[in-house]
């Protein structure tokens, strides 16, 4: 009995030592924290070029870091090199867990240190993060942050972090589900720069007859990164040049002089963007001068009024019929009797009719007039020798216009267009030009004015948009300005509105997530998974009534709602995963359907 209780005290002393020990080895290893910061961990080469540190926090306060960056000796891919960092082992939960996969073997699987080979001018990064709760099902909120700074030591123009430009903002934020690794890319390229270009040139290339008195040459000369850039134009024979430096995006020009006649001309423009492609863009153009022989203007011809022409309104339209032997551009300037201008045009073409209107004029009186043409260097008169002449009409009392009638639509007409052309026979007792002026006559405003409207004709304009199924009222005035004459107010009724197929819509599954047990767990990037039973839900809208909504899946009718909703438990078990096509249909009072339908993954 003395030997049993003197072993089992050596026993309970044996434990208790071995159990001090154990306590104390735990104490020195959590002492110890495991570095694997690359900038922490000895990698003191110079070959890094730069790098950036990724930092993961989420709600509770568990966090972790990754760090990308580029050395001139480091690898795209394998094999492993002196900078790729492997991730420590799993802590315990609740804990996030970010790494890089650069399609490493193990261990190099998981990266928390990833540089890449400098310089290059597009990379991708491939970052996987992966929330560790305890209960390993609850969701958090996980905040990836960044040093703007750190960023904008690369060589790159722009770095995107999924859609999220890197450079204009330094957080992201996202809800992780439980054990659900999310996958990211930092994309990094250099934007390509386009030298400086040009168009409309002055003279255009290749251009003939230009005149020797021509005083400049323009291009306009853009860069569309917006860079500053240096610029020259030269010529050959030697008329002029011109050139800028860090100039922006306009017009250059080059005052030329001394051109001589029927020669062609050779100009150069050069220009580069240094701070932007660094090239030179080139263009050569060319152009000819007229020839030395230049012969005067046709006398022009065709005068209106004609000749001697009477019974001419007092606010008559002159015009005559130019022509230049060179089809040189002329001055037409338009003489009364005393040789007072009444008008002058410029650049009209040869082979052209120019016209002016000789305002206020008296009746019963005879006037004359002549013109010239001028093509820059010669003159000549129209007519030859003398002038034109006319007289004007006798005053007589001017008669108002009649009342509009035959409107169109016709009085109390019924459904017509929503958009529908108003239109009236409009007659003036003395020929004259009316005005006719369209009104709504619920509120006297005006729809829209027909002007110049010819005597013994119909005016018509558009009323739009206007309601369905709605009485409107309208009338019109019509003006020879002196005298108005108003119309008889019309009506007509709209159109009853058309019906519309209704819309349906399929509110639930929705696309590109997973179910399970008729609960939406998250959102998928491709197709809809379903594990268990599942609420297939619709909703419809109509412009009358929604009459029905029928459920098919796979093409086979199950059920039918008479409302505008309709709600189905899909229950049936399937042991493996089939792929099945659901589909709603909704109909309205009329009979006219629309549908909406999903191809969803179920199973069990």
């Not at 989420?58 to 900078?83: C, H, L, M, R």
């Not at 800028?244 to 001394?258: A, F, P, R």
Request: aromatic share 12%.
């Amino acid at each position: 009995m003395l030997f049993i209780k003197k072993r089992f005290r050596k026993r309970i002393t044996t434990i208790i030592f071995c159990s001090l020990i154990l306590i104390n080895f735990y104490t020195i290893a959590s002492s110890i924290k495991i570095d694997n910061n690359p900038k922490n961990n000895n990698i003191t080469s110079t070959s890094i070029q730069w790098d950036a540190t990724i930092n993961f926090a989420e709600t509770s306060g568990k966090s972790d870091w990754v760090i990308f960056g580029e050395a001139t000796d480091a690898n795209d891919g394998p094999p492993a090199d002196i900078y790729d960092t492997q991730k420590p082992p799993i802590p315990p939960t609740p804990y996030i867990r970010a790494w890089f996969d650069d399609g490493l073997p193990v261990p190099y699987t998981q990266l928390s240190g990833d540089y890449r080979s400098y310089p290059d001018n597009y990379k991708v990064w491939d970052l996987t993060v992966q929330w560790f709760p305890v209960d390993y099902s609850s969701p958090t909120d996980i905040t990836i942050s960044w040093s703007v700074p750190e960023i904008t030591n690369s060589e790159y123009d722009s770095i995107l972090l999924e859609s999220i430009d890197m450079f204009s903002q330094n957080t992201y934020e996202f809800t992780a589900e439980a054990l659900i690794p999310y996958e990211f890319q930092i994309v990094c390229s250099i934007l390509p720069n386009d030298p400086p270009q040009f168009n409309n040139e002055n003279p255009d290339d290749e251009e003939d007859d230009v005149s020797v008195s021509s005083n400049s040459l323009s291009v306009y000369i853009e860069d569309l990164e917006d860079d500053d850039f240096d610029w020259s134009i030269e010529t050959s024979p030697n008329i002029g040049s011109s050139s800028g430096t860090d100039e922006s995006d306009g017009v250059k020009t080059c005052s030329i002089s001394g051109l001589s006649y029927s020669t062609t001309y050779t100009w150069y423009v050069n220009t580069t963007d240094p701070s932007g492609s660094n090239q030179w863009t080139r263009e050569t153009y060319t152009f000819t001068t007229i020839s030395e022989q230049n012969n005067p203007p046709n006398a022009p011809t065709n005068p209106t009024p004609p000749n001697d022409a009477t019974n001419i309104q007092t606010n008559p339209t002159l015009s005559i019929y130019v022509q230049d032997p060179d089809n040189d551009q002329m001055t037409i300037t338009f003489y009364d009797q005393q040789n007072n201008p009444i008008t002058t045009k410029n650049n009209i073409p040869s082979g052209t009719t120019t016209s002016t209107t000789w305002t206020n004029l008296q009746y019963n009186t005879d006037y004359y007039w002549y013109t010239t043409a001028n093509d820059g260097e010669h003159t000549t008169r129209g007519p030859n020798t003398g002038y034109w002449h006319f007289k004007t009409k006798q005053e007589d009392k001017n008669q108002p216009p009649n009342q509009p009638e035959n409107p169109t639509p016709p009085d109390d007409a019924t459904n017509i267009q929503t958009s529908p052309q108003l239109s009236v026979y409009v007659e003036d007792p003395d020929g004259d030009s009316l005005t006719v002026v369209f009104y709504d006559a619920s509120d006297s405003s005006t729809i829209d004015t027909v002007n110049d409207v010819t005597s013994d004709n119909r005016a018509e304009i558009t009323w739009p948009d206007l309601s369905y199924e709605s009485t409107y009222s309208w009338f019109v005035i019509v003006s020879d300005q002196e005298f108005d004459t108003q119309s008889d107010s019309w009506n007509f009724s709209t159109k009853k509105k058309p019906n519309e197929v209704p819309n349906i819509v399929l509110t639930k599954p929705e696309d590109n997530s997973l179910y399970i047990f008729n609960r939406k767990i998250l959102r998928m990037p491709f197709r809809i998974r379903i594990f268990g039973k599942i609420s297939i839900e619709a909703e419809a809208t109509d412009d009358s009534k929604v009459e029905r909504i029928e459920l098919y899946i796979d093409n086979k009718k199950i059920t039918e709602e008479d409302s505008d909703t309709l709600k189905y438990t899909w229950n049936k078990r399937y042991f493996l995963f089939h792929r099945h096509k659901i589909k709603v249909i909704a109909y309205d009072d009329e009979g006219k359907s629309s549908s909406d339908e999903r191809t969803v993954w179920k199973y069990f």
